[in-house]
């Protein structure tokens, strides 16, 4: 069961905006409107951030943007701050009833 | 207020066996699937299993199907993991997470658990 490709590390200075993609394939993002971005901060409960591509959670700021373009989704941060410093993991609904996850990408605020 | 707590997780021989338990409340149970999630150390998350709200509709990724099992407890709130056969490479932290409907497939996590460490040795 292959991981959806996202960067290792992605960094901006506070204020900044960044950019997260995540690779898949024809049978899981490029199929399925069933993407979802999560937030985890280590020792915490991850956070679902974005679901459905598009879609915020409840009380995330509108600083977060999710979209999809074929087998590739991303999440955009717009005005970085401290406390979006956390790991940041895509996942997506895929062919055979089940589920696949991101590599994982890091986000660093300098 | 959403609230879900695994437990059950420890050490435990190749070969072995668990059964993680994730007690959940603020929320109606049985209106909502259930899943399990697995992240090994420096390792992407994984999914391990769902179970839809009826308890009729359940899903395992290949790499512990027959050897793990997803079961629900409607009345006491609480999802359940028995992991049997261990291996090493089951070393995890075991994560339980609510869905946002009562169906299994084509659906999104909503709430996170803060998971529950799995080692095997």
């Known amino acids: 069961q292959s991981a959806l490709t996202q960067p290792a590390s992605v960094s901006g200075s506070p204020g900044q905006s960044i950019t997260i993609s995540c690779a898949g394939t024809?049978?899981?993002?490029?199929?399925?409107?069933?993407v979802s971005w999560h937030q985890h901060h280590p020792g915490k409960a991850p956070k679902v951030i974005i679901y459905d591509v598009t879609y915020r959670s409840s009380g995330i700021s509108s600083r977060f943007l999710g979209s999809k373009s074929g087998n590739t989704a991303s999440l955009a941060i717009s005005g970085l701050q401290p406390e979006d410093e956390a790991d940041y993991y895509c996942s997506s609904y895929r062919d055979g009833s089940t589920y696949v996850f991101g590599t994982g990408t890091t986000v660093t605020v300098l | 207020e959403v609230q879900l707590l695994e437990s059950g997780g420890g050490l435990v021989q190749r070969g072995g066996s668990l059964r993680l338990s994730c007690a959940a409340s603020g929320f109606t149970f049985i209106n909502y699937a259930m899943m399990w999630v697995r992240q090994a150390p420096g390792r992407a998350p994984e999914w391990v299993s769902v179970i839809s709200g009826t308890g009729t509709s359940i899903y395992y990724a290949d790499s512990v199907k027959g050897r793990f099992t997803i079961s629900r407890d409607d009345p006491r709130s609480t999802l359940h993991l028995q992991l049997t056969g261990l291996r090493v490479e089951d070393t995890a932290i075991y994560y339980c997470?609510?869905?946002?409907?009562?169906?299994?497939?084509?659906?999104?996590?909503?709430?996170w658990g803060r998971g529950t460490l799995v080692a095997v040795s």
């Open positions: 997470a609510k869905m946002a409907s009562v169906a299994a497939r084509f659906e999104h996590i909503d709430f």
């Open positions: 024809s049978s899981d993002i490029g199929a399925y409107n069933y």
